[in-house]
């Protein structure tokens, strides 16, 4: 069974920082794209960074220069480091590995900005 779980969200001051991390179990890790998205309240799911199994990272316009995703295959972990947060980075980070029999998600974390 996979099971991907998010941690590291809460509350922060604009310009503050948080670092999402993202476990992964039942699957077999190191051979996935991993991505993170978000979901603004009221607004549709938006990709936020992805990286590749071998390590390329690409990254939604919004966020570039501020965010940076990485991975650690020994842990089976994906991380998203968030600096220079505004309000507008509120939403609920969910993590994702696409496969070709289905999208896998976990069950999200709240990340709220005040300004």
């Known amino acids: 069974q996979v099971q991907l779980v998010e941690s590291g969200g809460g509350l922060v001051q604009a310009g503050g920082s948080l670092r999402l991390s993202c476990a992964a179990s039942g699957i077999m890790f190191s051979m996935f794209t991993m991505g993170w998205y978000r979901q603004p309240p009221g607004k549709q799911r938006e990709l936020v960074a992805a990286i590749t199994s071998g390590g390329t990272a690409t990254y939604g316009d919004s966020v570039k220069g501020r965010f940076t995703i990485s991975r650690d295959n020994a842990k089976n972990t994906a991380y998203l480091q968030m600096n220079s947060l505004k309000p507008d980075d509120t939403a609920v980070y969910y993590c994702?590995?696409?496969?070709?029999?289905?999208?896998?998600w976990g069950r999200g974390t709240q990340v709220t900005v005040s300004s």
């Open positions: 994702n590995v696409p496969t070709i029999i289905r999208d896998y």
